[in-house]
């Protein structure tokens, strides 16, 4: 499953209709949309927060969140 | 249209779009942070005229990213929204956005809007249109959304943005139409809302609908309607689904509106804020900055807290002997020179270290630092249960811990939150520093250690460093032992850097070093007077020890002054606190102390830095806390009758420095623990576990030692 926990750092992708229900209602309303561009920006020590910019958003978030939400890389 | 001469007006925002600054604009001095009825949440409030007949109150609420709470400022937004047909709610509602994020902004727009509210839309930022390649058709933005839109730039042209901002509140509570920009429920079950709307159609199908996803009910709603709204949540599968609707459909509308009107060209956008974050976020860099950002920060307390809390001593030590001087000698002379002038001074000598450390941490949180810290610090911290967000209480902590418990509220999970909070208090808090300075100059010898290394230093040092262990061990247990499901989740956006507003800073400390005056000072001030009663009233033999020492000493040749210590001395001997004193006496004999100590620890529970006042009184020093070598002396020179050495020895200078390292010494810090935690349970943990570990501790150091 290609999630946003494994994207390199500059990749960027866009967040799968499918996991819809994975995303927290708060990050949604951060603008975490399927469909929305998404971004790895940094990473902290053992690859845990991300630090992410999607929709335009520069947010950090755990891994455990990131790898429930699956992309679509983009080509 | 009303004739009222007072509207209310609220200011709602995601954080970091510059809502603070133009409340502090709107309002100036004209603020004051109070509480909100039942709650911890500070309530900022104040005033600014719109008209001449015309006055509007302004509140500026939590920042939030949605009506929706995770935590508990943001709960304090729903709430006052949800009240929107009582009285004391907003007339008006001003959402503060930021241009860069014009999208996310507008999903809050958007769900005020459907609360039918009247509301302003402020568009912050508007001078880095520019820079950030934005544009923006302001008509027909004001069309499409059919409301009132000011661009401004709080930083940059503040009398122009609040002239503007000021005018479309008085134009939109003139009009006073409200309508829904969503109507969300068409778009998700049409029959479902409109079963929910026969509940009560006075209220729109949004805060219906708000009232039972978030099970808040405002305060004027009958027990039939609740009971209805309540059949509705049952089916609680049904409910999230249609909130992640709700939202992907608010963004779709808002995405077409945006189309039309806001143009970004991204190629535009500069990477300053690339290239900053590549070295503050660096896996390596990024903690050597910190780290070093953390030294810069304590070295400047001690360098820059020293003169004025120098200066605060001595001028409350001279205002009590000019009272005690002054006024007619009795009950009403002793209570204010000895019990109120005192226990003022000893809350006001410790604003100055308070304000340094908040300026400081207002200042990184003002620049977008303080998020690239939680970011660094998520990983490292949750291992210990807490949270990246923890760090800036710990921190804090190393002031007061009373503003520090205060600033875990953004911490969403309740067991991170917690933890953070029990924990806390081992940070060495500025209270901590004058017991540890004496104990060091009494035990620890003024030498240096290869050459530049200062041994009294070094040892505090290692009371610092200790504090912190401590306090990441009692986290780990806690972390072990505390079965508490982490409800939410962690979210922090990284805001793009900027400039300090100087403004908001200095609201900012002025506000969290009230928190620590009225906080900890009523407690400090109250128990100061209850302690100077216990200590200047006693029972019978306390009356008869001025009679007892005169006729004793009658044939010797004593000095008065000496005669007076003797006497000051044996009063308190036999004062209600002496005898508590003695009480305690064989409890804490095995950690080295006699009931003099024990006074000392008794009256520390006021706030520790007591303890160098109260020994001073003890030994019948001229009272007079600021001249530390003459208590020190006195210390120095004071004799175990027993042993016949000295009473502060090395064993037990230690075993007092463990003891106050550990124990729960601060009746403020248990107040306020009682507050956020809403239970007596939390206080009584951390008074109890912090108090047993200084015990067993503070044994096994003297008993080694000795």
């Known amino acids: 499953m290609t999630t946003i926990a494994s994207l390199h750092i500059g990749e960027l992708a866009y967040i799968s209709e499918e996991s819809l229900n994975e995303i927290p209602l708060k990050l949604l309303e951060m603008g975490c949309l399927p469909g929305a561009e998404v971004e790895l920006i940094q990473l902290a020590p053992l690859n845990d927060p991300l630090y992410i910019c999607v929709n335009g958003s520069h947010l950090a978030i755990r891994k455990e969140t990131a790898s429930k939400i699956q992309i679509i890389k983009a080509q | 249209m009303s004739h009222k001469k007072t509207i209310n007006v609220a200011l709602i925002g995601n954080p970091n779009t510059g809502k603070t600054s133009l409340f502090n604009e709107l309002t100036g001095l004209n603020q004051k942070v109070g509480n909100y009825p039942g709650v911890t949440v500070d309530k900022k409030e104040g005033h600014s005229k719109l ?21 508990l400022d943001e709960t304090i937004v729903l709430k006052t929204l949800l009240n929107s047909k009582s009285e004391k709610t907003p007339d008006v509602i001003v959402v503060v956005a930021d241009v860069e994020n014009l999208k996310r902004n507008l999903l809050l727009f958007s769900q005020v809007k459907d609360l039918e509210i009247p509301t302003v839309l402020a568009i912050n930022m508007a001078d880095q249109m520019k820079r950030k390649g934005i544009t923006i058709d302001l008509k027909l933005l004001k069309k499409e959304l059919s409301n009132e839109v000011v661009l401004l730039s709080v930083r940059k042209d503040p009398d122009i943005g609040v002239e503007e901002v000021k005018k479309a509140i008085l134009k939109t509570y003139n009009s006073a139409k409200a309508f829904p920009l969503c109507n969300v429920n068409n778009r998700i079950d049409p029959a ?10 006075k209220y729109s199908i949004y805060e219906l609908w708000l009232m039972i996803t978030q099970n808040s009910f405002p305060d004027k709603i009958s027990e039939d309607e609740k009971k209805a709204l309540l059949t509705f949540k049952n089916d609680s599968k049904n409910l999230k689904k249609y909130q992640h609707k709700e939202t992907i459909y608010r963004y779709q509308k808002i995405n077409e509106i945006l189309k039309k009107t806001y143009l970004a060209d991204r190629s535009k956008a500069t990477d300053l804020r690339a290239k900053l974050d590549k070295v503050f976020t660096h896996k390596i860099f990024g903690y050597i900055l910190f780290f070093t950002v953390l030294l810069l920060i304590f070295q400047s307390i001690f360098d820059w807290a020293s003169l004025p809390m120098d200066l605060i001593d001595t001028v409350f030590a001279n205002l009590s002997s000019y009272v005690n001087q002054t006024m007619p000698a009795g009950v009403l002379n002793n209570l204010i020179s000895e019990g109120i002038i005192p226990g003022i001074g000893g809350i006001i000598i410790f604003i100055p270290q308070i304000a340094i450390l908040f300026l400081f941490i207002s200042l990184l949180e ?21 949270s990246g967000k923890s760090v800036i209480p710990l921190i804090s902590g190393t002031a007061c811990a009373i503003p520090a418990v205060m600033a875990t509220r953004n911490i969403s999970g309740w067991k991170e939150r917690l933890i953070t909070i029990l924990v806390t208090p081992f940070t060495t808090c500025s209270a901590r520093l004058p017991v540890y300075a004496i104990i060091i100059a009494l035990i620890i010898p003024d030498k240096k250690i290869f050459g530049i290394l200062n041994l009294q230093g070094l040892t505090l040092l290692s009371l610092y460093i200790l504090g912190f262990i401590t306090a990441i061990i009692a986290a780990i247990i806690l972390h072990k032992t505390l079965k508490i499901k982490n409800t939410s989740f962690f979210v922090v956006e990284m805001p793009d850097y900027k400039l300090p507003s100087l403004k908001n800073v200095f609201f900012d400390v002025i506000e969290k070093t009230k928190a620590f005056i009225f906080g900890a000072g009523k407690i400090i001030l109250s128990i100061s007077i209850v302690l100077w009663f216990l200590a200047s009233n006693g029972p019978q033999a306390y009356t008869d020890v001025e009679k007892n020492i005169i006729e004793k000493t009658v044939s010797q040749e004593i000095t008065e002054v000496k005669l007076n210590q003797m006497i000051a001395s044996a009063k308190l001997e036999n004062s209600y606190i002496g005898i ?29 830095e007591v303890f160098v006042g109260t020994l001073a009184t003890i030994y019948s020093v001229e009272s007079d806390d600021d001249d530390i070598t003459t208590i020190k002396q006195r210390m120095a020179s004071e004799i175990n009758p027993e042993t016949n050495t000295k009473r502060f020895n090395f064993p037990v200078g230690m075993s007092l420095l463990v003891f106050y390292a550990f124990a729960m010494q601060c009746m403020a810090t248990l107040a306020i623990v009682k507050r956020e935690t809403k239970s007596w349970k939390w206080p009584l943990v ?15 150091v003297f008993q080694i030692l000795s």
Do not use: H
Request: hydrophobic share 45%; aromatic share 12%.
């Open chain 2, 366 to 386: 003002e620049t977008g630092y303080m998020s690239r810290v939680v970011f660094l610090m998520d990983k490292i911290m949750r291992r210990f249960g807490m």
């Open chain 2, 192 to 201: 479902y809302f409109d079963r929910l709307k026969e509940i009560n159609p």
């Open chain 2, 580 to 608: 508590m004193g003695k009480s305690i006496e064989p409890l804490i004999k095995p950690l080295g102390y006699d009931w003099k100590i024990g006074i000392a620890l008794i009256s520390s529970f006021a706030a520790r």
């Open chain 2, 51 to 71: 008209q001449s007949n015309l006055k509007a109150i302004i509140t500026d609420l939590p920042g939030t990213y949605s009506i929706n709470p995770t935590s």
């Open chain 2, 686 to 700: 951390q008074f109890v576990g912090m108090g047993v570990l200084a015990y067993i501790c503070s044994f096994i």
